[in-house]
Structure formats: structure tokens, C-alpha cells
């Protein structure tokens, strides 16, 4: 079965530096789907960004970007210029090509020092 | 474009009570996820849904939980009768056969007392 892990429960960073938060999952398959949600206090799931894993570049998307190691089951995103606004939960996940379902893991709650 | 609507936000019952909750999936979305999330457990897949037939339930914790999707555009997750370890956020989420992404609605936080 597949399962992602996040080994990091929490993390801090300072306003304006770099951040990188670690995910590792495992799977035996070669189509599947990676995502980053963000879930700030408000509660709302927020999707930051996603990458497919046939594609070798590493999705960016602003401040974020990630870096994908598909034969080390990795994929940690990695968070630039950090704001206050970053201040949140963020869970890693994965989709099998071919379902509906999304496996999400126990996420890291990213604090913010200003 | 209107995102996933949940109703309600908050809702407060008695232990015993009936409690239904409401989702509105984006329009043209065939695919809707309930999920709840709690401090101990996580995000859990609840059911979900395919062009409004329920395709996997095997998380619904028990009999008292039901969920039903009588068109494209409304979804209800009923729980009768609610306990106190029902209380938690539940999210509706909703995605279309040509995205792989999954969108979420703001949640209900329910508390039952």
C-alpha cells in the first residue's frame, strides 16, 4: 500500500529566509501525482502545488518550488522568502495515476519568526 | 468561479442529535471526497463519490454515519446519533475527470456536546 511519511511534525523559520520541508512516500507504481497542501488557521486546505511524476522538472510556483528525487521517493518543497502569511500546516500527498483517492500524510506545522 | 460550498461552518449539537452536513461541489466536478480531520487521527477519507454513485465507504466509521449524493451539484453527510467523538472538522473536496487536483471547501467544525 502506498503511504507518505513526513518526518518533520514542526518546524521554524525566520521571516525572509529559506525553508525546506521534507516528504518521502512509497510506491511501486510509475504514474502517480504530488501534492502540497497548505492549511493555514483558517482551517481551509490550500493547494500549493503539485507535480506529476512523469515530468522531470521540478514544478515552481512563486516562492515555492520543489525539488522531486523520483528514485529516492522524494519530494520536499522548499519555501522562499518566507512571510508571516506562510505561517501554516502543510501536507504532503500523493494520487495512483489511475484513482481517485489521495493519501495525505500527518503533515509539519511550519512556524514563521519575525 | 465559486469554489466548494459546505454548510454549515459551525454547528454545535447535543450528543444524540441528528447532524446533516452539506456540500456543494464546483460545477462540473463528477468526483466528491468527505473527509474528516481530527488532532489524533489525521485526515480521513470518509466516501467518495463518482458521477454520484458511491465508489468506497470503507472509511465511514460506523453505522451511525450516511452519505448521500442525490445529484451532480449536493451532497449531505448525515451522522444520527451524533457523539462527542464526532466532533471535528469535515471536509467536502471535489475534482473533475480531467484534473488530478483535488479542491477542498472551507470544512464544517462540528462540536458535539
Known amino acids: 500500500a502506498q503511504t507518505v511519511t513526513q518526518s518533520q511534525p514542526e518546524m521554524s523559520v525566520q521571516e525572509a529566509e529559506t525553508v525546506t520541508l521534507s516528504c518521502t512516500y512509497d510506491?511501486?507504481?510509475?504514474?502517480?501525482?504530488l501534492f502540497w497542501y497548505k492549511q493555514p488557521p483558517s482551517r481551509q486546505m490550500i493547494l500549493v502545488i503539485r507535480q506529476e511524476a512523469y515530468k522531470q522538472q521540478n514544478a515552481t510556483e512563486n516562492r515555492f518550488s520543489v525539488n522531486f528525487q523520483k528514485a529516492a521517493k522524494s519530494f520536499s518543497l522548499k519555501i522562499s522568502d518566507s512571510q508571516l502569511g506562510d505561517a501554516a500546516m502543510y501536507f504532503c500527498?500523493?494520487?495512483?495515476?489511475?484513482?481517485?483517492?489521495?493519501?495525505f500524510g500527518k503533515g509539519t506545522r511550519l512556524h514563521i519568526l519575525p | 468561479d465559486a469554489g466548494v460550498i459546505q454548510s454549515p461552518r459551525h454547528e454545535v449539537t447535543e450528543m444524540g442529535q441528528e447532524v446533516t452536513l452539506r456540500c456543494k461541489p464546483i460545477?462540473?466536478?463528477?468526483?466528491l471526497f468527505w473527509y474528516r480531520q481530527t488532532m489524533m487521527r489525521g485526515l480521513e477519507l470518509l466516501i467518495y463519490?463518482?458521477?454520484?454513485?458511491?465508489?468506497?465507504d470503507s472509511g465511514m466509521p460506523e453505522d451511525r454515519f450516511s452519505a448521500k449524493m442525490p445529484n451532480a451539484s449536493f451532497s449531505t453527510l448525515k451522522i444520527q446519533p451524533s457523539e462527542p467523538r464526532d466532533s471535528a472538522v469535515y471536509f467536502c473536496?471535489?475534482?473533475?475527470?480531467?484534473?488530478?487536483?483535488?479542491?477542498f471547501g472551507p470544512g464544517t467544525r462540528l462540536l458535539v456536546l
Open positions: 460545477s462540473g466536478h463528477n468526483s
Open positions: 510506491t511501486s507504481e510509475s504514474d502517480y501525482y
Open positions: 500527498a500523493y494520487k495512483q495515476g489511475r484513482d481517485d483517492k489521495i493519501i
Open positions: 473536496a471535489s475534482t473533475s475527470p480531467y484534473q488530478e487536483t483535488q479542491y
Open positions: 463519490f463518482n458521477n454520484n454513485v458511491p465508489i468506497d
